[in-house]
């Protein structure tokens, strides 16, 4: 997951596309919890989370990441991360989005979950990029 999908229970939940993203993520996370599912996380996720306003918020992803994140792609990785986003970027992907999808490639997840329209917009056949509600979907009917 990258930030702003980590962040989709702060934002304004008045709009039902929001809530019910909110809804997913929070299931992502329980499934997460209950070791059903494997959290990857980033040092581009750590460098956005550092830089979040709200405290609160801020060291609610912060202490969800450390405890439940198996594992890190560290800047140790830079170089590869770099040459594979740089890649993505071509594609009219931005450069912190770019880390974050070339991050989660190197450290071989299935799928990246995010609620940032343009970064679902970007097509690989390295890995599945869904928002929380279509990864749920996907998980619900993988577990029947």
């Not at 990029?129 to 996907?138: Q, Y």
Request: contains cysteine; aromatic residues 10%.
């Amino acid at each position: 997951m990258d930030n702003c999908c980590y962040g989709r229970p702060f934002d304004d939940q008045t709009q039902i596309k929001v809530r019910l993203e909110a809804t997913a993520k929070m299931y992502i996370q329980s499934l997460v919890r209950f070791k059903s599912l494997v959290l990857y996380s980033s040092f581009m996720l750590s460098h956005e989370i550092d830089k979040c306003p709200v405290k609160e918020t801020k060291d609610y992803i912060s202490q969800f990441v450390k405890e439940f994140s198996s594992f890190h792609v560290s800047e140790g990785k830079n170089s590869e991360v770099a040459l594979l986003a740089d890649e993505i970027m071509k594609t009219g992907v931005k450069y912190k989005d770019a880390i974050h999808l070339a991050c989660s490639m190197i450290a071989g997840c299935d799928y990246m979950i995010t609620t940032d329209k343009r970064v679902l917009k970007y097509k690989t056949d390295r890995i599945k990029i869904v928002n929380p509600i279509e990864f749920v979907k996907i998980w619900e009917e993988s577990h029947d």
